[in-house]
């Protein structure tokens, strides 16, 4: 069963910097991609970044330059490195484990504050 828990979230002004994780348990961590999505309040989940198993990232326009995704996979974390915050980046944000199993993490806040 997979198990993803992220943290990090809190509140930050506009210009500044969070880092998420997203800790898994219960699966062979590098056997799996993963995913960061954000859900802002009355959108649709969307697709943030991902890391492949072989440590390949991609990112969405409305992020790219500014976050950076990476994986250490003996602590079987993924980071979300948020620089240059916007308050357009406020959301909810959740990693989606993408393998021989799926699975969701329960979310963390962000707040950015202008």
């Known amino acids: 069963q997979v198990q993803l828990v992220e943290s990090g979230g809190g509140l930050v002004q506009a210009g500044g910097s969070l880092r998420l994780s997203c800790a898994a348990s219960g699966i062979i961590f590098s056997s799996y991609h993963i995913h960061w999505y954000r859900q802002a309040p009355g959108a649709q989940r969307e697709l943030v970044g991902f890391i492949t198993r072989e440590g390949s990232t991609k990112y969405a326009d409305s992020v790219k330059g500014r976050f950076t995704i990476s994986r250490d996979n003996a602590k079987n974390t993924v980071y979300l490195q948020m620089n240059s915050l916007k308050p357009e980046d406020t959301a909810v944000y959740y990693c989606?484990?993408?393998?021989?199993?799926?699975?969701w993490g329960q979310g963390t806040q962000v707040t950015v504050s202008s």
């Open positions: 989606y484990a993408d393998g021989p199993a799926r699975g």
